[in-house]
């Protein structure tokens, strides 16, 4: 069975059992206003690049605003919608680049009950939420390692696709014993082609101190997706072990793009220390590449930074990046940042 097949089995099944309940009397919706403003200084250089200082938007977190809410609908269902956009701290402007949808990080209606979530609209791409969560940086696709290499385009953009998921149908199992199963597909909507879908599993469990996600992706749409480069597949194994004095962190990722040839095996290893009011920040990952038409090569990124917590929504933080193509000199970034949640 495809990929494509098996996200679009499960959302049924879960959107009839959520359905299929009688509607009880409905409660009022609890709205909330939410984001996260992060701005930073420092020189930026990725690897055969000049440097260049900065004062850039979305250091440790790509900024962004949103309004969501839930409502109960009685017997243990609850109806749920966010809408969020991202934002340029550093010029006031929307979107993460010009011209960017206004709600391009998530926007979407769904339900929840006893038989999990399902959801429908512009939803967050599930392997990036993985790669966020077993990394020591988290969503930073300035500082992370493993980020960097896998989403952003200056340090290879091995993934195809963007972070999130235009014409999606989503859905998330309940957690049974630490284990629970996300499934999502991106709809193509191209008219007498029923077949250019974006298709994702991923297996999740989460313990007390051990975590992994295993995922499974077909790309066939969206972002890096040419005639030249018409799919990918992307299969990714990562964890994290807490030891309490550090986390550690190592993960395993390959993409395979047809016709172009392009195949990318990365390996990623990382530790959280904490220390005083915040933590020390330790990643690297390594990705070696091969394409029809080109030699192979390999890139190294390593990131070192502190992370100081100066309240529950606003922390400081420090950050050093190294990065070096087999093929060209290393890259230097230094940064300095503050990041607020509201």
């Not at 191209?190 to 790309?219: C, F, H």
């Amino acid at each position: 069975m495809e990929l494509i097949q098996r996200p679009i089995f499960l959302s049924a099944i879960a959107l009839a059992a959520v359905l299929a309940p009688a509607v009880s009397s409905a409660q009022a919706t609890n709205v909330q206003v939410y984001g996260i403003v992060d701005m930073y200084l420092g020189r930026s250089a990725t690897s055969g690049t000049p440097g260049v200082h900065v004062a850039n938007s979305g250091g440790m977190t790509t900024s962004f605003w949103g309004l969501g809410g839930t409502e109960s609908l009685g017997g243990g269902r609850s109806m749920t919608f966010a809408v969020e956009g991202f934002m340029r701290a550093d010029t006031g402007e929307g979107g993460r680049t010009a011209g960017e949808a206004m709600f391009s990080r998530a926007a979407y209606v769904g339900m929840n009950d006893s038989w999990g979530s399902v959801k429908f609209g512009r939803i967050p791409s599930p392997l990036f939420q993985a790669t966020g969560a077993l990394n020591p940086f988290g969503f930073s696709t300035r500082f992370a390692p493993l980020m960097t290499q896998m989403w952003i385009a200056p340090y290879g953009s091995a993934v195809a696709g963007d972070s999130g998921w235009s014409n999606a149908i989503h859905y998330t199992s309940p957690t049974v014993g630490g284990f629970n199963l996300v499934g999502q597909v991106g709809l193509g909507e191209t008219p007498g082609n029923s077949s250019n879908n974006n298709a994702i599993v991923v297996l999740k469990y989460t313990g007390a101190a051990l975590s992994y996600a295993l995922a499974a992706q077909e790309i066939k749409n969206g972002l890096n997706v040419t005639a030249a480069a018409p799919s990918q597949r992307t299969r990714f194994a990562g964890a994290s072990y807490d030891l309490k004095a550090v986390k550690l962190y190592a993960s395993y990722d390959r993409n395979k793009t047809e016709l172009s040839g392009r195949d990318t095996r990365m390996l990623h290893a990382g530790a959280a220390i904490p220390h005083g009011a915040g933590r020390w920040m330790l990643g690297w990952a390594r990705a070696k590449e091969r394409t029809a038409v080109r030699a192979p090569f390999r890139r190294d990124t390593a990131s070192a930074g502190y992370d100081y917590n100066l309240s529950l929504r606003t922390d400081l933080y420090a950050v050093a990046v190294y990065d070096k193509l087999g093929t060209a000199g290393s890259g230097n970034t230094v940064a300095t940042g503050i990041r607020h949640r509201f």
